[in-house]
C-alpha cells in the first residue's frame, strides 16, 4: 500500500505562486510514476502534471504549461508542484496519485491522496 497526503494548498490572490507538496510512504517511492490532478467545482477531475520516477520525464496539461512545475525528492519521498502566474480558473481541488504501472491515465493510478484546495481570488 502506498500513503499519500497532500499539503500547501491555500487562497492566494491571481498572479501569485503556491507549492503544493506530497508526501508518500509505503513502497518505493523512487520507482513510481507521480501525478497532479485536480478537480474544479462542478467539473470532473482533470490531469494536471505527472512525474516518471526512474527517467525524470514530465508531462504537463496544455493549461498549465509554462506555469507549474512538478518536481520530486526521492530522498524525501515528496512530489512537488510549483504553481506560478495562479488564474481563478485554478481553483480546484488539488490531488497527489501514484501508480507503479506503465499508464498514466487517470483511471490506472492506484494510489490517491485525499486532496488540497487551492483558491486563487481575482
Known amino acids: 500500500q502506498v500513503q499519500l497526503v497532500e499539503s500547501g494548498g491555500g487562497l492566494v490572490q491571481a498572479g501569485g505562486s503556491l507549492r503544493l507538496s506530497c508526501a508518500a510512504s509505503g513502497r518505493t517511492f523512487s520507482s513510481a510514476a507521480m501525478g497532479w490532478f485536480r478537480q474544479a467545482p462542478g467539473k470532473e477531475r482533470e490531469f494536471v502534471a505527472a512525474s516518471r520516477g526512474s527517467a525524470g520525464i514530465t508531462y504537463y496539461a496544455n493549461s498549465v504549461k509554462g506555469r507549474f512545475t512538478i518536481s520530486r525528492d526521492n530522498a524525501k519521498n515528496t512530489v512537488y508542484l510549483q504553481m506560478n502566474s495562479l488564474k481563478p480558473e485554478d481553483t480546484a481541488v488539488y490531488y497527489c496519485?501514484?501508480?507503479?504501472?506503465?499508464?498514466?491515465?487517470?483511471?490506472?493510478?492506484?494510489?490517491w491522496g485525499k486532496g488540497t484546495l487551492v483558491t486563487v481570488s481575482s
Open positions: 496519485a501514484a501508480t507503479y504501472g506503465s499508464s498514466l491515465a487517470q483511471n490506472d493510478m492506484g494510489y
